[in-house]
């Protein structure tokens, strides 16, 4: 009899085990979507260079860049932001186009800066891709390529009389991506 | 590739959640053959005991110590994303971790030297694995948030710690009797490791800050390894990169056929008074060299980026290269990722096991004196108490350090047929971690089942830990003397 009472009593501890129910299928629901930035481009030009140039183009350069048209990067990319931060300590306003360009070479879309001799503020702007009031976003899954087109339109004989005169542009870029 | 994901599961989900490996129902109970293998110093008074095969010892221990499957599971109507985050993310850091051992005892069997009876011999073989994950804390928020808006952040790669292991283990161990109070055991083993993954000695981080000319800057710094064996063979198989079949191939590994170790396990039963009793073991002394079907990885060096430069004048003398495919292979080459085959050595995770037991009560047969001379030989072993209780000790070497648990035990003994054994473990997975074993003797046939952490069964979804152990033996007492 006492061994029948032990396993009964073995059993209804079994039997007393429970589980509440779980809704597994909610992993559907989660979301992983982390914000990513880094820096794009940075290009420097002391106001020698500006002078020495032969006409108001002084620079212009292609760049190649990946980064946005990377299938991961492409696939996932939600939205974002790129910041262009300009810095003109020359004594020549200066105007710089920077374009977006597919792998054909074709513009996508642009960005135009006017910048007024020194000493002048930083100027920064920032400009969001894929959200409802941004530009579309097809345009940096697409991108293959920025070309930085910089003319003077000022004098190429004049020198700032700021230390270390130069003309400065830096971007980075912040961005969603939905990784799940 | 669709088969080679749900494997990968199987191996880091499917076989268990838990590493701790603290056996604390088993261990010291002298009616088991089984407890030989916690410490081969047991006392035993068995003549021989056979194991049925597959079915001699089942153990499973599964659980968490950050989180339960109720927290994020649970059918509550929170918002599942909310739940990660303030469970998950923000809930749980470097140290909790995910693990699980499991071990199949696949046959195992002793017998007692007729010539020289204080020696007992025991032997077997079992299948074990073991899988530990530490909450990548960093990594984790890097994933689900990302390095915006986290200037002078160092995201830990460290946090990265990882091991597992499935592996076949012959062992052959012998107990025994020093003298009435002494009784020593050793056991050897050697294994045959099927699989193996083994990340646990990362470090480095990844850095976001204002950088010196660019906007931002980052930078990663990185001396990260995965060592792995036995897995690239069976990917290959399922990515029909290579003939064969998983069954095949796991079954050569297992016999024999893939990396090899060799163990010790010692262990040893004293009596400091009739009463009180102390007993200790260490288990695993050993290793595993893995030099079959090794697969490693690595990440190491040093890369800081700000982006594509064009730096004039000195920029014009560059202006056809490709500034992009120049920042990706500086950066490639400042931290290369790299593959090999090198053969590695793991060692494996030590057990210690100590206790002091204190018996009392009638003896289970009533008329003999508790200290009586029976026993294996004319005078060793005693008669059990009906009750004992007392204290022990299970360490065990981790990734991030020895991990130590603390039981209270009681054990009961109800004739010669039965004895129930309550344990109450104080660990970092639990404070209320009561436990409940059973061991039936019905003739030649022993029984035992054993559970733990009891009130986690209320809803195991919200237990952080559970383990179980069942097994069926068929064994012989005393006789053969």
């Given at each position: 009899?006492?061994?029948?009472?032990?396993?009964?009593?073995f059993?209804?501890?079994?039997?007393?085990?429970?589980?509440?129910?779980?809704?597994?299928?909610?992993?559907?629901?989660?979301?992983i979507?982390?914000?990513?930035?880094?820096?794009?481009l940075?290009?420097?030009?002391?106001?020698?260079?500006?002078?020495?140039?032969?006409?108001?183009?002084?620079?212009?350069?292609?760049?190649?860049?990946?980064?946005?048209?990377?299938?991961?990067?492409?696939?996932?990319?939600?939205?974002?932001?790129?910041?262009?931060?300009?810095?003109?300590?020359?004594?020549?306003?200066?105007?710089?186009l920077?374009?977006?360009?597919?792998?054909g070479?074709?513009?996508?879309?642009?960005e135009?800066?006017?910048?007024?001799?020194?000493?002048?503020?930083?100027?920064?702007r920032?400009?969001?891709?894929?959200?409802?009031?941004?530009?579309?976003?097809?345009?940096?899954?697409?991108?293959?390529?920025?070309?930085v087109?910089?003319?003077?339109?000022?004098?190429?004989?004049?020198?700032?009389?700021?230390?270390?005169?130069?003309?400065?542009?830096?971007?980075?870029?912040?961005?969603?991506?939905?990784?799940? | 590739?669709?088969?080679?994901?749900?494997?990968?599961?199987?191996?880091?989900?499917?076989?268990?959640?838990?590493?701790?490996?603290?056996?604390?129902?088993?261990?010291?109970?002298?009616e088991?053959?089984?407890?030989?293998?916690?410490?081969?110093?047991?006392?035993t008074?068995?003549?021989?005991y056979?194991?049925?095969p597959?079915?001699?010892?089942?153990?499973?221990?599964?659980?968490?110590?950050?989180?339960?499957?109720?927290?994020?599971?649970a059918?509550?109507g929170v918002?599942?994303?909310?739940?990660?985050?303030?469970?998950a993310?923000?809930?749980?850091t470097?140290?909790?971790?995910?693990?699980?051992?499991?071990?199949?005892?696949?046959?195992?069997?002793?017998?007692r030297?007729?010539?020289?009876?204080?020696?007992?011999?025991?032997?077997?073989?079992?299948?074990?694995?073991?899988?530990?994950?530490?909450?990548?804390?960093?990594?984790?928020?890097l994933a689900?948030?990302g390095?915006?808006?986290q200037?002078?952040?160092?995201?830990d790669?460290?946090?990265?710690?990882?091991?597992?292991?499935?592996?076949?283990?012959?062992?052959?161990g012998?107990?025994?009797?020093?003298?009435?109070?002494?009784?020593?055991?050793a056991?050897?083993?050697?294994?045959?490791?099927?699989?193996d993954?083994?990340?646990?000695?990362?470090?480095?981080?990844?850095?976001?800050?204002?950088?010196?000319?660019?906007?931002?800057?980052?930078?990663?710094?990185?001396?990260m390894?995965?060592?792995?064996?036995?897995i690239e063979?069976?990917?290959?198989?399922?990515?029909?990169e290579?003939?064969g079949?998983?069954?095949?191939?796991?079954?050569?590994?297992?016999?024999?056929?893939?990396?090899?170790?060799?163990?010790?396990?010692?262990?040893?039963?004293?009596?400091?008074?009739?009463?009180?009793?102390?007993?200790?073991?260490?288990?695993?002394?050993?290793?595993?060299?893995?030099?079959?079907?090794?697969?490693?990885?690595?990440?190491q060096?040093?890369a800081?980026?700000?982006?594509?430069?064009?730096?004039?004048?000195?920029?014009?003398?560059?202006?056809?290269?490709?500034?992009?495919?120049?920042?990706?292979?500086?950066?490639?080459?400042?931290l290369?990722?790299?593959?090999?085959?090198?053969s590695?050595?793991?060692?494996?995770?030590?057990?210690?096991?100590?206790?002091?037991?204190?018996?009392?009560?009638?003896?289970?047969?009533?008329?003999?004196?508790?200290?009586?001379?029976?026993?294996?030989?004319?005078?060793?072993?005693?008669t059990?108490?009906?009750?004992?209780?007392?204290?022990?000790?299970?360490?065990v070497?981790?990734?991030?350090?020895p991990?130590?648990?603390?039981?209270?035990?009681?054990?009961?003994?109800?004739?010669?047929?039965?004895?129930?054994?309550?344990?109450?473990?104080?660990?970092?997975?639990?404070?209320?971690?009561?436990g409940?074993?059973?061991?039936?003797?019905?003739?030649?046939?022993?029984?035992?089942?054993?559970?733990?952490?009891?009130?986690g069964?209320?809803?195991?979804?919200?237990?952080?830990?559970?383990?179980?152990?069942?097994?069926?033996?068929?064994?012989?007492?005393?006789?053969n003397?």
């Amino acid at each position: 009899m006492k061994k029948f009472h032990y396993g009964l009593f073995f059993i209804c501890l079994a039997v007393a085990s429970c589980v509440e129910q779980q809704n597994f299928d909610q992993f559907d629901d989660l979301e992983i979507i982390p914000t990513v930035e880094a820096s794009i481009l940075y290009v420097e030009s002391p106001e020698s260079v500006i002078n020495d140039a032969s006409g108001a183009v002084w620079y212009i350069q292609t760049f190649n860049f990946d980064a946005f048209n990377e299938q991961f990067f492409a696939d996932n990319v939600l939205d974002g932001v790129i910041t262009y931060e300009l810095e003109n300590t020359t004594s020549k306003p200066l105007e710089i186009l920077f374009e977006y360009l597919d792998d054909g070479g074709n513009i996508l879309d642009s960005e135009f800066f006017s910048l007024d001799p020194a000493p002048t503020a930083v100027l920064r702007r920032e400009t969001a891709y894929g959200t409802p009031t941004g530009r579309n976003l097809d345009i940096i899954r697409n991108t293959s390529g920025v070309r930085v087109n910089a003319s003077n339109l000022g004098d190429t004989t004049s020198i700032s009389i700021l230390p270390d005169p130069m003309v400065i542009f830096r971007s980075s870029g912040k961005f969603r991506l939905r990784l799940k | 590739m669709k088969l080679w994901k749900p494997l990968l599961t199987v191996i880091f989900l499917g076989s268990g959640f838990l590493y701790a490996q603290n056996r604390e129902l088993l261990y010291d109970c002298t009616e088991i053959p089984q407890a030989l293998l916690l410490n081969p110093g047991m006392e035993t008074s068995f003549t021989w005991y056979a194991g049925i095969p597959l079915a001699s010892g089942i153990y499973a221990q599964a659980g968490s110590s950050g989180i339960t499957v109720n927290d994020l599971f649970a059918n509550d109507g929170v918002d599942f994303n909310q739940k990660v985050r303030t469970r998950a993310l923000n809930g749980m850091t470097k140290r909790d971790e995910f693990g699980a051992t499991v071990q199949i005892d696949i046959f195992n069997g002793g017998f007692r030297s007729r010539s020289n009876p204080e020696l007992f011999y025991s032997f077997g073989v079992y299948f074990e694995t073991n899988t530990i994950l530490y909450w990548p804390e960093d990594l984790a928020y890097l994933a689900f948030e990302g390095n915006a808006d986290q200037l002078g952040r160092r995201f830990d790669l460290g946090h990265l710690k990882t091991r597992g292991e499935g592996l076949t283990v012959f062992h052959f161990g012998i107990n025994k009797v020093i003298d009435r109070n002494l009784t020593v055991g050793a056991r050897v083993k050697v294994y045959s490791g099927i699989y193996d993954f083994h990340s646990s000695t990362n470090s480095g981080y990844f850095l976001t800050e204002e950088g010196q000319n660019n906007l931002l800057s980052n930078t990663l710094v990185a001396d990260m390894q995965l060592r792995t064996s036995g897995i690239e063979g069976i990917r290959a198989i399922l990515d029909d990169e290579a003939s064969g079949t998983v069954g095949g191939v796991l079954t050569k590994r297992a016999l024999l056929g893939g990396d090899l170790g060799l163990g010790v396990d010692l262990g040893f039963t004293y009596h400091l008074d009739p009463q009180t009793v102390i007993t200790g073991s260490l288990l695993d002394l050993g290793f595993v060299y893995h030099s079959g079907d090794v697969k490693g990885y690595s990440l190491q060096g040093r890369a800081t980026t700000e982006g594509v430069e064009a730096i004039l004048p000195d920029a014009f003398d560059d202006a056809n290269s490709d500034f992009w495919q120049d920042l990706v292979d500086e950066i490639e080459a400042q931290l290369p990722f790299e593959d090999n085959n090198t053969s590695y050595l793991t060692f494996r995770p030590t057990q210690l096991y100590g206790s002091i037991r204190y018996n009392f009560g009638e003896p289970v047969n009533e008329d003999m004196d508790c200290d009586c001379d029976i026993g294996v030989t004319d005078a060793d072993v005693r008669t059990p108490f009906r009750n004992a209780t007392g204290l022990q000790l299970h360490a065990v070497n981790r990734p991030r350090g020895p991990q130590a648990a603390l039981t209270a035990f009681y054990l009961r003994r109800f004739g010669n047929f039965l004895s129930l054994k309550g344990t109450y473990t104080v660990d970092k997975f639990s404070m209320s971690n009561l436990g409940l074993g059973m061991n039936l003797q019905a003739g030649p046939v022993n029984f035992y089942v054993l559970a733990n952490n009891l009130l986690g069964y209320r809803n195991l979804a919200d237990s952080r830990y559970a383990s179980f152990q069942i097994g069926l033996n068929i064994l012989s007492w005393g006789a053969n003397r």
